[in-house]
């Protein structure tokens, strides 16, 4: 069963379960004097029990890289073995042929051991097998060829080290070209309700951001700062074409432009109807059948308009939609005698006032 070169040469071996040979098995034949040797029987579940160290291997990559001012992982993880366990942890740097250790982990927690790393490193915690470093808001000074080593210790006290090592190239990325995302109810809302419009950006940061109205070929108007426009209450002149810019300063300065996106306000809120409504009624003296002649629809009047005879004026808030209208509020005039005086009966500037703003709201009939 010797191979030219004097190895062993592989036999397929069975299981008995049974009888006085109750065992392994590795069946020989036919038989020749050559064979005559010393065989080994080496199971490969046996292998791996007294051998478990041949698992213990860390994995990375060769290479990461990270955007300045950003964040990235550094992997390093490896399958736990039973009967090992880690007993320290080390991440290092090298640059300029200097290394310097980063972090330590041991029995004691976690160490940071160089002072510019304090705050922006760290490793998973209650993950075995995972080592890998986390860095945060990258700085260029960061690049380097970082190391990850392990230590375990087996059930004999064995110690048993793992290293790998990966190189970091942080860089200076320029804002790209944001996208736009509407809030939960779309581009297309119904007046009264609340949304917003984000803008996103890749790059290093900060990235700052623009709101404009407009189309962004023609005239545009700046609305506000920030990544995100958002709206309380919409209103239907709330509706129309919105894009946003994004910069930074790893771009130069250069500025980078969204896509226009339609927000379209649909209906009115309830408050309008109901102010309408109110209006209508002004006074108890008459009904409605619909909006006045500037929205587009005819307004009616059921019944013919009280006389009003009057006093003296205060003003009163008439609230719209938008604005306050101030308005005259009518007092009936009591002479001394008993007598009305009505506003047929005398021409007062205030009431020739009035007649002429409410002639545009509704057609009468006649006082």
């Known amino acids: 069963m010797l191979d030219d070169v004097g190895w062993l040469s592989a036999v397929v071996c069975g299981t008995s379960e049974t009888g006085p040979h109750a065992g392994i098995y590795c069946p020989v034949s036919p038989v020749y004097l ?7 029987c080496i199971l490969i579940s046996s292998l791996l029990l007294l051998f478990p160290a041949a698992l213990l291997d860390l994995s990375g990559v060769h290479q990461v890289t990270g955007t300045w001012m950003g964040s990235t ?38 160490h940071i051991m160089l002072s510019k790393f304090r705050g922006r490193v760290s490793v998973p915690k209650n993950s075995p097998g995972d080592a890998s470093l986390l860095i945060e808001n990258l700085e260029m000074p960061d690049s380097g060829h970082y190391t990850c080593k392990v230590t375990w210790r087996s059930t004999n006290n064995t110690l048993i080290t793992r290293e790998v090592t990966t190189t970091v190239k942080v860089v200076k990325v320029a804002a790209t070209k944001p996208i736009i995302r509407a809030g939960e109810l779309g581009l297309t809302v119904p007046a009264g309700a609340s949304t917003s419009l984000t803008c996103e950006a890749r790059g290093s940061p900060p990235i700052s951001y623009r709101w404009f109205r407009g189309a962004p070929a023609g005239d ?11 709206w309380r209450s919409l209103r239907p002149s709330d509706g129309g074409t919105y894009f946003c810019e994004a910069q930074n300063r790893a771009g130069g300065g250069a500025v980078r432009r969204s896509d226009a996106v339609r927000l379209t306000v649909t209906g009115l809120p309830t408050t ?7 209006m209508g009624t002004m006074g108890g003296h008459h009904s409605s059948t619909g909006w006045g002649e500037h929205s587009g629809m005819e ?3 059921t019944e013919p308009l009280y006389e009003v005879s009057f006093h003296s004026t205060a003003d009163v808030a008439l609230l719209h939609t938008e604005v306050e209208v101030p308005v005259k509020c009518l007092h009936e005039e009591m002479r001394s005698n008993t007598e ?18 409410m002639e545009p709201q509704y057609e009468t009939e006649g006082i």
């Open 299 to 301: 307004r009616t009047v």
């Open 34 to 40: 050559e064979d005559a040797s010393l065989f080994v």
């Open 220 to 230: 545009a108007v700046l609305l506000s700062s920030g990544a995100e426009l958002a």
């Open 272 to 278: 309008t109807a109901a102010l309408w409504t109110n």
């Open 73 to 110: 992982t550094v992997p390093c993880t490896y399958v736990p073995s039973e009967g090992f366990t880690q007993q320290t942890l080390s991440w290092s740097v090298e640059r300029d042929s200097t290394i310097s250790t980063i972090l330590r982990r041991d029995h004691s927690g976690d």
């Open 340 to 357: 009305k005086t009505t506003m047929k009966d005398r021409k007062n500037p205030e009431y020739e006032n009035l007649v002429t703003a």
